[in-house]
T-cell receptor
Framework: GENVEQHPSTLSVQEGDSAVIKCTYS??????FPWYKQELGKRPQLIID?????GEKKDQRIAVTLNKTAKHFSLHITETQPEDSAVYFC??????????FGAGTTVTVRA | NAGVTQTPKFQVLKTGQSMTLQCAQD?????MYWYRQDPGMGLRLIYY???????DKGEVPNGYNVSRLNKREFSLRLESAAPSQTSVYFC??????????FGPGTRLTVT
């Protein structure tokens, strides 16, 4: 099955700086790569996603890049704010219905 | 719309007891999922139902059973609870296999 590895497991950044989270996947058939944000005690929520026919996608302060050849994708958060503090999960979809998730990155934005 | 709802929110069981976690969605989604979330391990898929009338195993199905009761409802049953099943359980649904919408979660403790 699909194996998704996510790094780092924790990330502390100064407010206003950028944060980058990287994920690798194993199944070359994976074609959809979402990122979820989970605030403490809350449910995961989709923040951005990218398909295998696109190399980069941006939405305001967040962006995702995909390198299919190397089988890795990254989340970039610019101008971090305290409300960006959360756990972020990457995922890859190896078939039409199932997602395989990374282990998560706990991001802390220091004021 | 309530989105995805789960009951109960919290549950404590003794080893060997059984229980059913309930999940319902009002978004007319075809696919539904059950995950467990443990510290440092991300979201692991237990079972999923791609469409009404079908169910399939995920990564960690042992010790669980599911029922897709109708298009709205997808239940997860623990026949004989074990301490290793202490976790937070999330139900999710999706219309086309892309964005998954999560319920609020059930925190289960097995003593």
């Amino acid at each position: 099955g699909e194996n998704v590895e996510q790094h780092p497991s924790t990330l502390s950044v100064q407010e206003g700086d950028s944060a980058v989270i990287k994920c690798t996947y194993s199944d070359s058939a994976s074609n959809y790569f979402p990122w979820y944000k989970q605030e403490l005690g809350k449910r995961p929520q989709l923040i951005i996603d990218i398909r295998s026919n696109v190399g980069e996608k941006k939405d305001q302060r967040i962006a995702v890049t995909l390198n299919k050849t190397a089988k890795h994708f990254s989340l970039h958060i610019t101008e971090t704010q305290p409300e960006d503090s959360a756990v972020y999960f990457c995922a890859a979809r190896p078939n039409d219905y199932k997602l395989s998730f990374g282990a998560g990155t706990t991001v802390t934005v220091r004021a | 719309n309530a989105g995805v709802t789960q009951t109960p929110k919290f549950q404590v069981l003794k080893t060997g007891q059984s229980m059913t976690l309930q999940c319902a969605q009002d978004m007319n989604h075809n696919s539904m999922y059950w995950y467990r979330q443990d510290p440092g391990m991300g979201l692991r898929l237990i079972y999923y139902s791609a469409s009404e009338g079908t169910t399939d195993k995920g990564e960690v199905p042992n010790g669980y059973n599911v029922s897709r009761l109708n298009k709205r409802e997808f239940s997860l049953r623990l026949e004989s609870a074990a301490p290793s099943q202490t976790s937070v359980y999330f139900c999710a649904s999706s219309s086309n296999g892309d964005e998954q919408y999560f319920g609020p979660g059930t925190r289960l403790t097995v003593t």
